[in-house]
């Protein structure tokens, strides 16, 4: 009894502290819908070359896709310890030219960017509105996945299911 109890508590602990390992800033550790994947590339218009840069990049699924099928190059920012690990593991399986960095997106530097991609929160766009702004090179496009920027109007918005959710929304911006 004694025994199952403080296996008990244990295992609450552990849940606790992984659940707070998964998320940051109050974004969650969660993929963006796999099947938007082609809808999000086709919008990003990738040149052979260009660097994709994904903020808050999680297990690098769509930045190996971007950079594999485009011939691109992939700058992925992962705060989190597990998703910065498994991005890892999964851009060496892949052999895909993709690098991933375990900092901050905020203290990103984005002059060197062709193509931003980001699936973040409401908030955080808030706070990066002014970033793209001041530091995305002319020529250079921002995809947002569920969100749209707070101030600016995108360019291009591309809906791809019909029910009342974010999934599904991508916005495009050009700088
Ligand atoms: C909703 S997930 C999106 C993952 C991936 N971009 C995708 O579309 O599948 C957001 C990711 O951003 C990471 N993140 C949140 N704040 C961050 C920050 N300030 N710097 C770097 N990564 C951050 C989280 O750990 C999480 O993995």
Not at 82 to 110: E, H, M, Q
Request: hydrophobic share 45%; glycine share 6%.
């Amino acid at each position: 009894m004694f025994i199952s109890l403080v296996t008990l508590i244990v295992a609450l602990v552990m849940l606790s502290v992984f659940i707070g390992l998964i998320r940051v800033g109050g974004i969650p550790f969660i993929s963006s819908n796999k099947k938007d994947y082609d809808a999000i590339i086709r919008a990003m218009d990738i040149k052979p070359g260009e660097t994709v840069v994904d903020l808050g990049c999680g297990k690098a699924h769509f930045l190996i896709k971007a950079a594999k099928e485009k011939q691109a190059k992939g700058i992925g920012y992962e705060l989190v310890f597990w998703p910065y690990w498994w991005a890892r593991f999964n851009v060496w399986k892949s052999g895909a030219p993709v690098k991933i960095l375990r900092r901050d997106f905020f203290k990103a530097d984005l002059s060197e960017a062709d193509v931003v991609f980001c699936y973040l929160f409401p908030e955080t766009m808030v706070k990066l509105e002014a970033k793209f702004q001041n530091e995305l090179k002319p020529g250079s496009r921002l995809v947002s996945y569920s969100f749209k920027l707070p101030k600016r109007q995108p360019d291009k918005k591309i809906i791809t299911n019909d029910d009342n959710t974010e999934l599904g929304r991508i916005y495009f911006y050009q700088y």
